[in-house]
């Protein structure tokens, strides 16, 4: 909108540097630091798990595909948000997609960290430990599995094997990989060309993000389904791959409103951060908290209703034996406290309350994912105790997280951070009260 | 009460959000505390410039939320274990994860009521009549393009000529006058 008869009003001017700020580099060593010391404690935990229970390296590898799922959320969740503000538009989008373009680029770290989680197949999965149908009779008699084990093990085997999981894997790290690649390369090409060319990039961008979120969608679904879903063959859910979808972008908002203030304290963020995108923002995170305990609980009434022994078992896995404690704290971390906080329109536009809140809510989603993965194993199932290797689950997604941390920053350093060939660029830049 | 009479307040119309935002923090920093503004869409730097003060809509939505939740809550409760206790696949009479749907329906449907009426409560809606109809401009640009300031008679710095040249120096459109 045209300003009228005063046109010295307080509309701003876009800073000379568009860089990332030097401080992203003090977080980058902050993290490495943080990082190398989790992770000395994660094997120095191995063995002192062993000398308990000679299950230091199955938790280890447990609390591995805990961390690498939640970093693995961040970045493809990262590629999701970038294609959906391409097609939704909005000022949001504008300022935060240099850093979810860096938060896509870090899929290379996530391949690493699969490398690691399929190193330790046979540990996590019963599919990868018993590969035919001799290996399933033998571990019966024996003991070691369960007769309904057997069964799914015997039946799914076409499914869940270890060919079929990497191969699986890496056509989904292939497709989130062309992408990433893709957007990545057209968003800078975009900057590169004058104003006149943006109808062109709006719906060049448009075109390849819709069918992407789709393929995305299926994907990493597929990735929920073979990674976390199978250490537990006898069970399945069809809400599944959306319950994770939603925590993606649970934490993937939260994890964006993080970058965006804490970059605010310099330029160029001082001056694009408005408070009416941080409300924005903090009000698309309250919908995917009410959305995300939605569909948990969703699932956990129809086979609650259903009352199934082929389903219901999952659960009272992860109810017994002490673990209705964690489930309630799940509850309260998840869900209660993000949501109040997030009812409240001041903390929404007060950026130090909201930066709390986004790092509870990136814990708690650890926390839930703990509790997803932990029961799936016979020590843990409807068992819950304390033992050295329970400490993996905090200091190798502590490690792997802050590596991840640390190559985000190497990323967001590559880029400006600010796309310029935008026209959002000029109304964010403007006062608050210009637009409706 | 009986009708009043005589000047309601002085109308200065702006054609963009940012001079009528700078006129009203002005005014507001000059002491002027009965006044308005009126514009086509929420312009939140304009209710922040008057001195916008917090209202009980949210109290009354919390409130008027939670009571629904524990109605609905207390209602399947009393009616599964002691009104009409029914059997229903082995499960327990007090069967809570049924229970949340319909008590997070009716915390929704509480909340939303007790969210719009008691806004039209407390901000005395409707109304059958408002001065400023009276001004012409006003009837049709508050809701097009234009943005009013008013400053009323009941303040206490009103005067008629010296608020109209006071009004005057933000360079408005137009200042008029408005009868009750």
Same mark, same amino acid.
């Given at each position: 909108m045209a300003h009228g008869s005063?046109?010295?009003?307080?509309s701003k001017a876009l800073p000379a540097d568009l860089g990332a700020p030097a401080f992203v580099n003090a977080w980058k060593s902050r993290a490495l630091i943080v990082g190398g010391i989790s992770m000395c404690i994660a094997i120095l935990l191995i063995f002192l798990a062993n000398a308990q229970d000679h299950l230091g390296f199955d938790h280890f590898y447990r609390a591995w595909a805990l961390g690498t799922m939640v970093t693995w959320g961040l970045c493809i969740g990262g590629l999701a948000l970038l294609m959906v503000q391409y097609c939704s538009g909005g000022k949001w989008g504008l300022l935060l997609r240099r850093p979810l373009e860096a938060m896509s680029r870090t899929l290379p770290l996530i391949i690493i960290y699969f490398l690691g989680l399929a190193t330790g197949m046979k540990r996590l999965y019963l599919w990868a430990k018993y590969t035919s149908d001799s290996d399933t009779t033998a571990a019966l008699s024996q003991h070691l599995i369960s007769e309904i084990q057997k069964h799914c093990l015997d039946f799914k085997r076409p499914m869940l094997n270890p060919a079929a999981f990497l191969s699986v894997s890496f056509l989904c790290f292939a497709i989130w990989g062309f992408y990433a690649w893709r957007l990545n390369a057209l968003g800078l090409k975009r900057d590169s060309q004058?104003?006149?060319?943006t109808p062109f990039w709006i719906k060049k961008l448009e075109n390849i993000s819709g069918p992407g979120i789709v393929v995305y969608a299926l994907t990493m679904t597929a990735a929920a389904i073979y990674w976390v879903?199978?250490?537990?063959?006898?069970w399945y859910s069809s809400v599944y791959g959306l319950l994770f979808l939603v925590g993606q972008g649970y934490a993937t908002l939260a994890f964006s409103i993080i970058v965006a203030v804490s970059l605010s304290k310099a330029e160029p963020f001082k001056t694009l951060l408005r408070q009416t995108e941080q409300h924005d923002l903090g009000k698309l995170t309250f919908a995917f908290v009410m959305l995300n305990i939605y569909l948990a609980f969703g699932q956990f009434l129809i086979i609650w209703s259903g009352n199934l022994p082929d389903e219901i078992n999952w659960y009272l896995d992860r109810i017994r034996g002490g673990w209705g404690v964690i489930i309630t704290l799940d509850f309260i971390f998840h869900w209660l406290i993000p949501f109040t906080m997030l009812l409240s329109r001041d903390l929404k536009r007060n950026k130090k309350r909201i930066v709390r809140v986004c790092q509870w809510m990136i814990f708690a989603r650890a926390f839930d994912m703990f509790w997803l993965i932990e029961p799936n194993f016979k020590d843990a199932a409807r068992n819950l105790h304390f033992s050295w290797g329970i400490l993996e689950y905090i200091a190798v997604p502590v490690a792997l997280f802050s590596f991840w941390l640390a190559y985000f920053c190497t990323q967001l350093k590559?880029?400006?951070?600010?796309?310029?060939?935008?026209?959002h660029l000029e109304e964010i830049l403007e006062p608050e009260h210009v637009h409706a | 009460m009986p009708a009043r009479e005589g000047t309601y307040g002085l109308l200065a119309e702006f054609d963009t959000p940012s001079d009528l935002v700078r006129a009203a923090q002005q005014a507001r920093q000059d002491g002027w505390r009965r006044m308005d503004c009126y514009t086509p869409y929420p312009v939140e730097e304009a209710a922040e410039a008057i001195g916008f003060h917090r209202n009980k809509v949210p109290l009354v939505t919390l409130i008027g939320g939670l009571m629904g939740c524990a109605a609905m809550f207390s209602l399947e409760t009393w009616i599964s274990t002691l009104a009409y206790p029914l059997n229903i696949a082995g499960r +327990? #009479?007090?069967?809570w994860p049924a229970f949340i749907i319909p008590a997070y329906e009716w915390t929704i449907l509480w909340a939303g009521l007790s969210a719009a009426f008691g806004m039209l409560a407390l901000n005395g809606l409707?109304?059958?009549?408002? +001065? #400023?109809?009276?001004a012409p401009n006003f009837r049709d640009g508050a809701t097009t393009d234009k943005f009013f300031l008013c400053l009323e008679a009941?303040?206490?710095?009103?005067?008629l000529v010296e608020a109209k040249a006071y009004l005057q120096q933000f360079k408005p459109n137009s200042v008029v006058e408005v009868e009750y």
């Open positions: 005063q046109p010295a009003s307080h004058g104003r006149e060319t879903m199978s250490m537990d063959p006898t590559t880029r400006p951070l600010v796309q310029t060939n935008d026209p | +327990p #009479l007090y069967s409707p109304a059958l009549y408002h +001065p #400023l109809f009276n009941l303040d206490p710095k009103f005067d």
